[in-house]
C-alpha cells in the first residue's frame, strides 16, 4: 500500500521531471487561507499579524477574519507595533538592506559594493506582490510580500519581513486598499 507521503514525493519527481512548474511543495492545511471567528473589537479592513502563531489576519467583518499562514523574522530581527500600509506593487524590485548585506556578505554577496537592484519576476525573493509597512509616513524597509522558499511559511527564517505564499499574498493584495493599518504584536 502506498502512503502519503510516497504519492506525494512521487508526485513531486514526476513534475520536476517532466518540468512542471506545478508546486513542488504543500504548505500545511493549517497555514492554508481561511475564514475564521476573530475578537469583536477588532475594526474590519485591518490586519494583524501574531508572529509566534505564524499566522496573519485580515479582518474582514465585526468577529471575522481570512487567516493565512505567514513565515516571519528570526530572534533579533522581527518587526512589532503598528503600521500602515502605503505602497502596494506588483512583481516588486529588491535590494537587500546592508544590514542583511553586512550581516551575511556571502549570501548577498552579488549586491555589496554597488547600487545592484534585483528586478521583478519568479526568481525575486518577494515574490509575486508586496505590501510596504510605514510608520509616521516613513518606510519601515518591512514588508509583507510573497516569497521564493515556500517551505518558510510556518518558520522564523526571514530578516524580518512576513512572507506569505504568492497565491495568498496574490490574495490578501485584492483585499487592501493603502492605508489599511497593520498591528504585528
Not at 549570501?107 to 519568479?122: I, L, M, R, S, T
Amino acid at each position: 500500500m502506498i502512503t502519503r507521503r510516497q504519492f506525494t514525493l512521487a508526485s513531486v519527481a514526476a513534475a520536476v521531471a517532466a518540468g512542471s512548474p506545478a508546486l513542488a511543495f504543500e504548505v500545511e492545511p493549517k497555514f492554508r487561507p481561511q475564514p475564521v471567528r476573530i475578537k469583536q473589537d477588532l475594526a474590519p479592513g485591518q490586519i494583524l499579524i501574531l508572529p509566534r502563531a505564524h499566522f496573519l489576519y485580515y479582518v474582514s467583518a465585526p468577529g471575522q477574519a481570512i487567516r493565512y499562514g505567514v513565515g516571519v523574522g528570526k530572534a533579533g530581527l522581527e518587526f512589532t507595533g503598528d503600521a500602515i500600509i502605503q505602497v502596494k506593487k506588483e512583481w516588486p524590485t529588491w535590494r537587500p538592506t546592508q544590514d542583511m548585506i553586512d550581516r551575511e556578505p556571502d549570501h548577498y554577496g552579488k549586491f555589496k559594493d554597488n547600487d545592484y537592484v534585483q528586478p521583478g519576476g519568479p526568481e525575486n525573493p518577494l515574490g509575486a506582490r508586496a505590501l510596504y509597512l510605514f510608520q509616521n509616513g516613513r518606510d519601515t524597509f518591512f514588508r509583507i510580500h510573497g516569497t521564493t522558499a515556500p517551505e518558510s511559511i510556518g518558520q522564523s527564517v526571514s530578516n524580518g519581513c512576513i512572507r506569505m505564499l504568492n497565491e495568498h499574498v496574490k490574495d490578501l493584495y485584492e483585499r487592501v486598499p493603502l492605508g489599511t493599518p497593520v498591528t504585528v504584536l
